[in-house]
């Protein structure tokens, strides 16, 4: 097993034993770890708290930067759609994975499953949280066009 991948798996299971999540994961960039994370949802309470987020999370931080374009993400398990799209906005392009979904879901982790799921339909039709859409009261600042006259 590649040495970056054993190290998510060895985090994942020291999470385990720590009250965890099967969850651990490590950024690397040019075969140089950079960053690091578990599933702390057990620690602190925070939805958002999964191990391939944090490890983004530290990596910008420590890098003082948003862009993680050229790095490699080892993850323990399958990335959920939230740890994906941050992947995404992130400028991360590769990721491996050891346990899938599937395998998640059999344990009884299955959300990402459902939620990979749920995003295949159009807005309107998700089940999961319904999605509404709301105009801009009279007179209020739009803070697109706030945006966009920033940039010029």
């Known amino acids: 097993m590649d ?3 054993e190290r998510a798996v060895d985090l ?3 999470n385990v034993r ?3 999540q099967p969850f651990g994961a490590v950024l690397v960039k040019d075969g140089e770890e950079v960053a690091e994370g578990v599933n702390e949802l057990h620690i602190k309470h925070d ?3 999964h191990a ?3 490890a983004i999370r530290r990596a910008q931080e420590k890098l003082q930067t948003n862009n993680l374009q050229g790095h490699i993400m080892y993850a323990s398990g ?3 759609p939230m740890c994906y799209t941050a992947m995404f906005f992130a400028g991360i392009e590769k990721v491996y994975y050891c346990s899938s979904m599937e395998e998640a879901a059999e344990v009884g982790l299955d959300a990402s499953t459902i939620l990979y799921h749920d995003l ?3 807005r309107e039709d998700r089940k ?3 999605m509404i859409s709301m105009p801009l009261e009279n007179g209020q600042d739009d803070p697109m066009k706030l945006w966009e006259r920033k940039q010029k």
Do not use: N
């Open 12 to 14: 994942s299971l020291e």
């Open 3 to 5: 040495k970056f991948m």
């Open 52 to 54: 391939e987020l944090l």
């Open 78 to 80: 399958e990335p959920c």
């Open 120 to 122: 295949k339909h159009q």
């Open 47 to 49: 939805v958002s708290g």
């Open 128 to 130: 999961t949280v319904e």
């Open 18 to 20: 720590a009250g965890g």
